[in-house]
């Protein structure tokens, strides 16, 4: 039983770490990189990279979970604040930006696939009570919706053009 724990922890290692070198090396070469450079950065053979991932498609699918559960984690700590959606907007902007290649994941999924509409919904449970807490007392138009957000979170992790990328959230 024991071993078995073991494995299990260990496998959950080595898909965390493979998760850690796909995001650096699709951030520094983009998301079309052959897949090997993502096995030298994680320090792992091919045959471990497709054993926890099928193909590109699913590693950047888990990239997506990984990123949403940062940001589920972002609204629980938030609580009942009555500004939890903005500031949760604003978390999950930052962390596209931080990791660019996550802006370019939506150009390359089949958004019909069964993993990307639980990608999907799973960003829509995050925002959705949130949303309903600013319209409440007027702080967002009524007519908001949480398909609004993805393309306004798009717009905020864009870099804003004329100015140096760490001058992004200047004034606060």
Known sequence: ????IKLRRDA???RALILAAADLVFASHGITVPLDLVCQQA?????????HFTDRHH??????ERGLEETAAKAVELGDREDAFFVLLRFHAE?????????DYGRVLDRG???????????HQIFSPLIFRAVEPGTCRP???VEDVTPLVSMLASPPRGRPSGSRWHAR
Not at 1 to 4: I, K, P, S, W, Y
Not at 43 to 51: I, K, M, N, Q
Not at 113 to 123: H, I, M, N, S
Request: hydrophobic fraction near 40%; charge should be positive; include cysteine.
């Open 1 to 4: 039983f024991e071993c078995m």
């Open 113 to 123: 696939a069964p993993e990307v509409r639980r990608v999907r919904e799973r960003f």
């Open 12 to 14: 959950e290692e080595t």
């Open 59 to 64: 590693l950047i699918v888990a990239l997506l």
């Open 95 to 103: 962390r596209i930006h931080s990791r660019s290649s996550l802006v």
């Open 143 to 145: 007519d908001i919706q």
């Open 43 to 51: 320090g792992v053979g091919r045959a471990t990279l497709y054993r």
